[in-house]
């Protein structure tokens, strides 16, 4: 028996969430008395890969085909489902994402295995393998028993800080058994997000609403982000207006997050937003309005003018670096 866990990646680089889950995943093969196997699909630089060996994890299935470079709901479950025989794996761990949730779903009908999402801690095993998630949009805390042969756990983002060490992975190539069948449904194009720090991925989002008037005011935002190393994000109204592009939209319709620090500023907080953002370790708002619900919310207020406050604040930061 051991751990496997699916290792994500993006332009070249493993995810952020991946490593959390290899740490994670290291853990409780280390609990089990187990060993703990990460499994990459697609091409990736042998630095890269080295990388999972730092986060506790010795050993790498690496399927260096270029078929999987680009993500894909069926091989990537075909490829997991084999990597999980032939390593005789019987909890299988990954992070929470877009692209986790439909491959963990998959997974569980092909492997009848036991399904927990948004789990924030080790498990607890003195009495089955009861895991902690959070639900509700981050508003609650479940307790909940994975029964069965097969588990796949679903690692909230941000929710296990894996520990860096030097230690080295081994490297073998793996060649899964996919067929044209699993490409049926082929990727015609790829709108990737831009920016130095991919949105999901980030521990600190500045995000602007209506309150900031109009597109042409948005470079204080953007100013603040640079200074923080941040990810920059907005709500439903302003993507809606064509203020900000699509993919900064984090709400119930937009991206989920749960970064350490979010920064809302000039939005009000409907319950719409909040629903995406309310995972996020520390809220800080800027609004002029005391009245604003975002201020409920939040674990830090600020009641004034975010056109005198946040270019004070990115000064403040500049000068504090």
């Given at each position: 028996?051991?751990?496997?866990?699916?290792?994500?990646?993006?332009?070249?680089?493993?995810?952020?969430?991946?490593?959390?889950?290899?740490?994670?995943?290291?853990?409780?093969?280390?609990?089990?008395?187990?060993?703990?196997?990460?499994?990459?699909?697609?091409?990736?630089?042998?630095?890269?890969?080295?990388?999972?060996?730092?986060?506790?994890?010795?050993?790498?299935?690496?399927?260096?085909?270029?078929?999987?470079?680009e993500p894909g709901i069926q091989p990537?479950?075909?490829?997991?489902?084999?990597?999980?025989?032939?390593?005789?794996?019987?909890?299988?761990?990954?992070?929470?994402?877009?692209?986790?949730?439909?491959?963990?779903?998959?997974?569980?009908?092909?492997?009848?295995?036991?399904?927990?999402?948004?789990?924030?801690?080790?498990?607890?095993?003195?009495?089955?393998?009861?895991?902690?998630?959070?639900?509700?949009?981050?508003?609650?805390?479940?307790?909940?028993?994975?029964?069965?042969?097969?588990?796949?756990?679903?690692?909230?983002?941000?929710?296990?800080?894996?520990?860096?060490?030097?230690?080295?992975?081994?490297?073998?190539?793996?060649?899964?058994?996919?067929?044209?069948?699993?490409?049926?449904?082929?990727?015609?194009?790829?709108?990737?997000?831009?920016?130095?720090i991919l949105l999901p991925e980030a521990?600190?989002?500045?995000?602007?609403?209506?309150?900031?008037?109009?597109?042409?005011?948005?470079?204080?935002?953007?100013?603040?982000?640079?200074?923080?190393?941040?990810?920059?994000?907005?709500?439903k109204p302003v993507s809606d207006l064509?203020?900000?592009?699509?993919?900064?939209?984090?709400?119930?319709?937009?991206?989920?997050?749960?970064?350490?620090?979010?920064?809302?500023?000039?939005?009000?907080?409907?319950?719409?937003?909040?629903?995406?953002?309310?995972?996020?370790?520390?809220?800080?708002?800027?609004?002029?309005?005391?009245?604003?619900?975002?201020?409920?919310?939040?674990?830090?207020?600020?009641?004034?003018?975010?056109?005198?406050?946040?270019?004070?604040?990115?000064?403040?930061?500049?000068?504090?670096?």
């Amino acid at each position: 028996m051991s751990v496997l866990i699916f290792v994500e990646t993006a332009d070249g680089a493993i995810k952020k969430s991946s490593l959390e889950a290899i740490g994670y995943g290291a853990e409780v093969a280390k609990m089990t008395n187990t060993n703990a196997t990460a499994l990459v699909l697609g091409e990736l630089a042998a630095e890269e890969l080295q990388k999972i060996g730092n986060f506790g994890c010795k050993k790498v299935l690496h399927a260096a085909d270029k078929k999987l470079n680009e993500p894909g709901i069926q091989p990537y479950a075909t490829a997991i489902t084999e990597a999980v025989n032939k390593e005789n794996a019987n909890v299988i761990i990954l992070a929470k994402s877009s692209l986790g949730d439909a491959v963990a779903a998959r997974l569980s009908a092909k492997l009848k295995a036991g399904l927990a999402s948004n789990v924030i801690e080790l498990p607890n095993l003195s009495n089955g393998f009861i895991v902690k998630r959070s639900i509700y949009t981050g508003k609650a805390f479940a307790e909940t028993e994975v029964k069965g042969e097969k588990k796949i756990i679903a690692i909230k983002k941000n929710a296990f800080l894996p520990i860096e060490t030097t230690d080295q992975a081994t490297v073998e190539n793996f060649s899964p058994s996919i067929n044209d069948k699993d490409f049926s449904i082929k990727v015609t194009g790829v709108e990737k997000q831009t920016g130095d720090i991919l949105l999901p991925e980030a521990d600190i989002v500045v995000s602007g609403g209506r309150g900031l008037k109009g597109p042409e005011n948005w470079q204080m935002l953007l100013d603040l982000a640079k200074a923080l190393h941040a990810a920059t994000a907005c709500s439903k109204p302003v993507s809606d207006l064509d203020w900000r592009p699509h993919h900064e939209h984090v709400g119930q319709t937009g991206i989920k997050i749960s970064p350490n620090l979010y920064i809302a500023i000039g939005i009000s907080g409907a319950i719409q937003h909040l629903a995406g953002v309310n995972s996020s370790k520390v809220i800080v708002v800027i609004n002029k309005d005391p009245e604003a619900p975002f201020f409920k919310s939040a674990d830090y207020g600020i009641v004034g003018d975010a056109f005198d406050i946040v270019p004070r604040l990115t000064k403040a930061v500049l000068s504090s670096n």
